[in-house]
């Protein structure tokens, strides 16, 4: 009796596993749907990349800092030397020199859009007087700003003389003026700068 139950659970078993086996999809078959799939989607894939690097490539070439200094102190102020920074990187090549009132070129890079910070070290030798001995100064100044996606932002610093009866440490001050174009423009202007004598 036991041999019998034994066979027959055995040939139950049997048929329970062959309609499982039928019921079940094969693991080829899966394979084949999910590389059909990845086979549609990878030209998609492919021109969403392309789409997302040729207008981030656009917006990046055409948004760019350039930094410009004009020195609108008086003869007493010689300008003895200078070091300029954006996000803590200095220009690429030496600033240029230019003559009192107007402005030199400092850098021009490309960067990506969002906030960044210009800085500037600057050291002057002052003459009090034609007799007087030449004292040094010292100005550093920084300003952040926003760049826009495709636009060039300009930041001219500007060191200048407060005039008044003041000593010369107090009246040299800095100003930012921001010029933005090819963005939603607006101009503006800033003053800071710590002096030190």
Known sequence: M??????????????????????????????ERVSGLHGKLAPANARLRDLYERVGAELAAGTRAVLLHREELGPAYALESASYALDGAPPDAPPEAGARGVAAGILDRRIAAGAHRVSAELVYRV????????????????????????????????????????????????????????GASEGASAEGGAVRP
């Open 2 to 31: 036991r041999v019998r139950c034994l066979i027959a659970l055995g040939v139950a078993a049997l048929a329970a596993l062959a309609r499982a086996q039928d019921t079940a999809p094969p693991v080829r078959t899966l394979e």
């Open 127 to 182: 003459r009090s007087g034609p007799e007087g001995a030449p004292r040094r100064l010292d100005i550093r100044s920084s300003y952040a700003f926003d760049a826009q996606p495709g636009a060039v932002t300009r930041v001219t610093l500007v060191t200048y003389d407060r005039g008044g009866d003041a000593a010369d440490e107090e009246r040299a001050a800095v100003r930012f003026e921001l010029a933005v174009e090819g």
